[in-house]
């Protein structure tokens, strides 16, 4: 014991100064465009995420729920250096911090700025700083309120705002530090702005005009520190012109805001970053401000970025953003974004594997494509087994269970990872992390269970995933430890136990592992603190991974996540399409918190299956959907009540319009659907820019009884020929409204939403609609709906509003085998236009009771201006793999809606990239157009040919495609490119010979 005492004290003591060393080290670029240490001109290799608790919504969100911002700050940089992680970057919200001519404004904001700053400079945690955000905020008040983000760079007076506050911005002294922004080697790089936006037909000449002033402002001041401008839009060579020190790039390669969760292969698509090998920034340091694995749960992309990042010569990554531990429960803020220690472990750990393969792989090395460039040094990325991991003698990290084993066993100093190994076997779903701190004394810290119980990436402030204490059984193989180690708590006085076998039982909290008994009296280590939330106390939560569609006579595999520890049974109720009833079948625990069974083929029919679950506990039977306790009984029927009903002698409401000169806006009533209804027609003849609009606001009818029955709201409606939506608003008496875009076709129809899906409008306060306050049904439409339609005359009639109790039930559509496989169906995709701006809207389909995507744009420029979007293939189609080759044709559902818009150019692309398109003829009517596989060609100005692919030969391979674009542009138009143009589609499909 002697021996073990001694050692650990002088470890501990060594171990203060390797953990606590402060972020003092200066930077600098030296000519070749390299950032350099001063003290030893080592190259910088800095890895960690932006962070936001000081600003927007963020900071809004912890105000309104009455949290501790500065606890929060502090909680958070300690997980990031529970990571491993040496860097932030914030693009600090200026409209919170400046007035109008630019000065900076002292206020809470910037406390906690400061604040945060510091915190991670005790902790060796460097900043990347970006001073100017321009994006909107919860709070007003700065010289970015006054300027579109394009005459940010052109206005001569935003371009004196911005000055005025570079220089008070790096002038200021940070409370907690003393020194000055400009001064303090803590934060090691300046960005000047983020992301900017440039008007039409601007130079490279003028935006390094304008570069060039921003960063002579900052050198005014005395700043020495690197200086950093983006070059995205294609104007490298401004930046590579430009009186500065780097610059910056971003990536999404899985895109954003997809609205839900991404579960396919993205492997190879993270080879290589080679724009920041451009010629023209050769002289330049290069960082990467923004990246992220958007929408995807996986543990296994963050080193195969960060390995790209360094294969491109980045010398700083910063993810965005990592989610504040007290409000990462429900990921309410940006939803493709999430990453949280204790709420998204697996991806934590991957991203902690990651810091590493970015510290440790040497800058511009090649590593070849996937799946060779799947291994790397001492790194291996698996998606087969969402799999990270970081294998060396020393260390042995991995994000999910891996049947690797580590080297040298006796030689390992940390053992951090999810799942079991060959060295820990352990079944909950949290991280853990074993730390050696003296020959044969461990520190270990386990982390709650993570349980998820709704889709991360839907957006919404409901609870996403549940953190979770139970007491588990671990075995831990150390060499160093032996079979019959002592545990006891790190921060207690709590009993010492021994381990039998190398087998103890834990709770999520900190331990010191030893070989030997230790004395009480022990000083703490000096690692990183253990920091997770309460315990919950709620009721069971159940989510339940569902296809959005399947194929009749193939039995269905389902698996929930299922958030309570004392299921006594768990059981899905299947009620199949032409079925009466419900039959019953168990679902069986494969693992902590995870059961699954399967439909069996003969019940899965053409129509919709419907199922629910049971968890039994000891509290009782919960039902879900829903969660409430459950009798056995199917609940009774709720009747529908009726919001708005337009009866005879109710007074016409009385429009609001804000419109052009000369035009008016009216209101009436007039036939509706059926010659016994009445429908409240509201009709404009135009309209102006944006905001421009017109509006009506109906009294509703309160409904009465039990309010928590109803789940949907559904509207009875049509519109004129370029009417496609309506924004439908429920007004409550406290001023609150929650509302929604309803899709109109020129024939009357049924439009159901879920409650949950209605978004707070205009200045909302609360987080969800209160229908026992519901006073107003209020219909708006205006320009901002239909930009390339708004100078021509609109109408939506309106029959009813009214609420309706959808069963508490899951619903899935299934096909029969004579239905042509449905590569993608657009509407519920969160989908944005890329290149040109306009819009997208969900309308009616083509068919009775479909949906549709409408994209829409006001005119095109010259070429090569154009839009586009892409969307994800359905994964469901993997069921399909053994037909898909045999696909003959692509039907693709599609009409122009607009009459100059007679084209639409459809790419699909394939798993290892290979892009393969055709341009489509459109007419007014919808139509179901057959696309032979032979019409499409291989797009070699997309992707040049590579080894076999896009060569003589080569073809479409319907099995692999895994991405469907679509795009037009001017180039598709000619001398009509300058008209409004939009196009429907309602899906994709494949044909297949059977």
């Not at 005009?209 to 921003?214: C, D, Q, S, T």
């Not at 290589?272 to 923004?290: F, G, H």
């Not at 386990?446 to 119980?453: E, G, L």
């Not at 053409?606 to 039994?616: E, M, P, S």
Request: with cysteine.
């Amino acid at each position: 014991m002697t021996r073990i005492t001694s050692s650990l004290l002088l470890c501990l003591t060594l171990q203060a100064c390797a953990y606590c060393a402060p972020a003092t080290r200066l930077a600098a670029v030296d000519a070749t465009g390299v950032l350099r240490w001063q003290d030893d001109n080592s190259e910088v290799a800095l890895f960690g995420v932006n962070y936001y608790v000081p600003f927007s919504i963020d900071y809004k969100v912890l105000t309104d729920r009455g949290l501790d911002h500065d606890r929060a700050i502090r909680e958070d940089v300690t997980h990031f250096q529970r990571l491993g992680l040496d860097a932030i970057r914030l693009h600090c919200f200026d409209r919170e911090i400046s007035d109008h001519a630019g000065n900076l404004r002292d206020n809470e904001h910037l406390r906690l700025l400061d604040y945060l700053l510091n915190e991670c400079k005790q902790r060796g945690i460097y900043s990347v700083m970006t001073p100017v955000a321009w994006w909107g905020s919860p709070e007003k008040g700065g010289f970015s309120d006054l300027y579109t983000m394009p005459q940010m760079t052109t206005d001569p007076a935003a371009r004196q705002a911005q000055c005025t506050y570079l220089k008070q911005y790096l002038n200021h002294v940070n409370r907690y530090t003393g020194l000055a922004y400009k001064d303090d080697p803590a934060i090691v790089a300046l960005e000047l702005i983020n992301e900017p936006l440039y008007p039409p037909g601007i130079t490279d000449e003028q935006i390094t005009e304008h570069v060039n002033a921003l960063t002579r402002a900052a050198r005014e001041t005395g700043c020495t520190k690197p200086v950093f401008y983006n070059c995205w839009g294609n104007h490298a060579a401004a930046v590579g012109k430009a009186e500065l020190n780097g610059a910056t790039f971003g990536w999404y390669p899985t895109g954003l805001v997809a609205g839900h969760m991404l579960t396919r292969n993205y492997l190879p698509q993270l080879d290589d970053y080679p724009s920041m090998r451009d010629p023209q920034l050769a002289a330049k340091a290069k960082i990467v401000y923004e990246f992220d694995a958007a929408d995807v749960p996986g543990a296994y992309m963050y080193p195969a970025m960060a390995r790209a990042f360094r294969s491109g010569g980045a010398q700083t990554a910063t993810q965005f953003q990592y989610e504040p531990l007290c409000i990462a429960a429900g990921n309410p803020n940006w939803q493709t974004h999430y990453l949280n220690l204790v709420y998204t472990p697996g991806k934590a750990l991957s991203f902690a594997i990651a810091s590493q393969a970015f510290h440790s792989t040497p800058r511009l090395k090649q590593f070849g494509s996937y799946p060779d460039s799947a291994k790397f040094g001492d790194f291996r990325v698996s998606y087969e087994e969402d799999l990270s991991e970081w294998v060396t003698p020393e260390a042995f990290c991995y994000s999910n269970n891996t049947k690797t084993d580590p080297p040298a066993p006796e030689r390992l100093t940390r053992v951090w990872g999810r799942g079991s190994s060959s060295v820990v076997r352990y079944e909950g779903t949290g991280a853990y992390f074993l730390d050696r701190v003296a020959p044969g004394v461990w520190e270990m810290q386990v982390y709650p269970d993570a349980v998820m119980v709704a889709d991360p990436y839907v957006g919404g402030t409901n609870e996403k995933v549940r953190a979770l204490y139970h007491d588990w059984e671990m075995q831990v193989r150390l060499p160093d430890l032996g079979s019959q180690f002592f545990v006891r708590p790190a921060a207690s006085e709590g009993p010492e136990r021994q381990a039998a076998d190398g087998k103890i039982v834990v709770a999520p909290g900190q331990y010191l592992l030893s070989s030997g008994r230790l004395p009480a009296n022990l000083p703490p280590t000096e690692l990183p603190a253990f920091v997770a939330p309460p315990a919950s106390a709620a009721d069971p939560a159940v989510y339940l991974a569902t296809p959005k569609r399947w194929r009749e006579r193939r039995p269905l595999a389902l698996t929930a996540s299922v958030a309570a520890t004392d299921v006594d049974a768990c059981t899905l109720h299947v009620r199949p399409a032409g079925a009466d009833g419900y039959s019953a079948l168990p679902l069986t625990a494969t693992g902590a918190y995870r059961y699954q069974t399967t439909v069996p083929a003969e019940s899965v029919k053409a129509g919709k299956l419907r199922y629910f679950v049971t968890v039994r506990t000891k509290q009782g039977a919960y039902r879900f959907p829903g969660g409430a306790l459950w009798s056995g009984a199917e609940p009774a029927a709720v009747p529908a009540a009726d919001l708005v009903a337009v009866k005879e002698g109710t007074p016409v409401p009385k429009p609001t319009y804000g419109g052009p000169a000369g035009a008016s806006a009216r209101a009436e009533f007039v036939p509706g659907q059926t010659p016994e209804h009445l429908a409240i027609r509201l009709e404009a003849d135009r309209f102006g820019d944006p905001p421009s609009c017109a509006g009506i606001r109906v009294p509703a009818v309160r409904p009465t009884g039990d309010l928590s029955r109803y789940h949907s709201i559904t509207v009875v409606a049509r519109g004129g020929p370029e009417t496609s939506a309506v924004e439908l608003g429920l007004v409550q008496s406290d001023g609150n409204t929650f509302g929604a875009e309803v899709p109109l076709g020129p024939t009357w129809g049924e439009v159901t939403m879920p409650l949950r899906s209605l978004h707070a409008l205009w200045d909302t306060k609360t987080a969800a609609p209160d229908l026992s306050k519901l006073t107003e049904v209020s219909l708006i439409f205006g320009s901002w709906l239909f930009p390339e339609a708004k100078d021509r005359p609109h109408f939506v009639e309106v029959q009813s509003v009214r609420l309706s109790s959808t069963p508490n039930v899951w619903t899935l559509e299934v096909a029969s085998d004579a239905d042509p496989i449905r590569l993608v169906d657009p509407v519920g995709e969160a989908v944005r236009l890329n290149g040109h701006a306009g819009t997208v809207q969900t309308v009616r389909g083509a068919a009775a009771g479909r949906q549709a995507l409408r994209a829409s744009v006001a005119s095109f420029a010259g070429q090569p201006d154009s839009s586009s979007f892409r969307l994800e293939v359905d994964p469901s189609t993997d069921l399909y793999r053994d037909e898909l080759p045999n696909a003959m044709a692509v039907l693709l559902t599609a009409r122009a809606a607009q009459p100059d818009t007679t084209q639409v150019e459809l790419v699909l692309i394939e798993q290892d990239g290979s892009p393969w398109g055709t341009t489509v003829s459109l007419t007014r009517d919808w139509q179901t157009i057959r696309l032979p596989v032979t019409a499409f060609r291989y797009f070699a100005h997309w992707r040049p040919p590579q080894g076999d692919r896009g060569g003589e030969g080569d073809h479409l391979r319907p099995a692999e495609v895994r991405q469907v674009n679509f795009c037009f542009g001017a180039w598709l138009f000619g001398d009509k490119a300058d008209k409004p143009h939009a196009f429907e589609v309602q899906d994709v499909c494949l044909d297949t010979l059977r």
